[in-house]
């Protein structure tokens, strides 16, 4: 793959996770819990993900794994997307949709320092000046700085650099998955392993009333199919050719998406600082995909 294609697939990918919070918010409305939100989101991706993998023959091998390689997928799986998913469905409960995917983009940070002791990824100019940029901007976003005397709890910052933490560790397990199997078998087995590990401590089974609510299976479609296996996939597939830690400064599109949608939507207002923040996290981008030699 073309290394503009790969940047293309992540930006794409993460622009999809922005949406998650739309479909989070009304399955919240509807009256699910956080806990029965990642059963839903994980088990209906690893439904979709069978159906297509089972479909097309071509595809049939990455059905394939071997028992002794369950640890990537623990990883992937357990410790990054059940984790994560639960710190940030949390999150948007008592922050804000905008705020609770912003904190999620302290995983660079993370990524950037464990690339650089697991992987021995540079820490270039480049690299160095983009992760700043999306730090600032990220804070912009938030309110804390400059200070807007907005009321964001101490628990709610905790949950959301909590999730990401733990979105962090996807990039750092998926590459070690990604050495020995393709993006769409990672993929599969991460959300198997996460429905696997959530499922049956959420009590989803007891929301039957919900369920006969016809826009519930449209959520749970957004959710499932296009926020979650169509994202990961994109994103998987653009990990193979481009560092974790550029990724995961690419994939910070996510909250610029996201910010919009919870402005648009539930009228989540923004300030001047604000927008400079997404700016600031759209020229980080930029920055990072540029083609001038790192220095």
């Not at 922005?18 to 509807?30: K, M, N, P, T, W």
């Not at 804000?96 to 697991?118: E, G, K, N, Q």
């Not at 690299?127 to 730090?135: G, S, V």
């Amino acid at each position: 793959m073309d290394k503009r294609l790969a940047y293309l697939s992540i930006a794409v990918g993460a622009a999809l996770w922005g949406l998650i919070g739309v479909f989070v918010h009304h399955l919240y409305d509807a009256g699910f819990t956080p806990v029965q939100v990642v059963a839903i989101r994980t088990g209906t991706a690893m439904f979709f993900m069978l159906i297509y993998l089972s479909l097309f023959s071509k595809h049939r091998p990455a059905l394939r794994i071997k028992m002794r390689d369950s640890h990537y997928f623990i990883g992937t799986g357990v410790i990054s997307i059940v984790l994560f998913n639960l710190c940030l469905f949390y999150a948007m409960q008592v922050t804000s949709i905008s705020i609770a995917t912003i904190l999620l983009y302290t995983a660079p940070a993370f990524v950037t320092l464990f690339s650089r002791v697991l992987f021995k990824e540079k820490l270039t100019t480049r690299k160095l000046l983009a992760l700043f940029m999306t730090l600032l901007g990220c804070s912009l976003v938030i309110g804390i700085f400059p200070s807007s005397g907005a009321a964001v709890s101490f628990y709610g910052i905790l949950l959301g650099i909590g999730s990401g933490f733990f979105y962090a560790m996807y990039s750092i397990f998926g590459k070690f998955a990604l050495a020995k199997y393709s993006p769409l078998t990672v993929t599969f087995y991460t959300f198997v392993f996460a429905a696997m590990a959530i499922i049956p401590f959420s009590g989803i089974w007891e929301m039957t009333d919900e369920f006969r609510q016809g826009y519930v299976w449209l959520l749970v479609l957004g959710i499932g199919f296009f926020s979650t296996m169509l994202a990961f996939i994109l994103y998987t597939k653009g990990l193979q050719y481009v560092e974790s830690s550029k990724a995961s400064i690419i994939a910070t599109v996510e909250p610029v998406v996201a910010a919009f949608m919870s402005f648009l939507l539930f009228s989540e207002r923004l300030n001047l600082w604000q927008y400079t923040g997404m700016i600031l996290v759209i020229i980080a981008v930029i920055v990072v995909q540029g083609k001038k030699r790192d220095c």
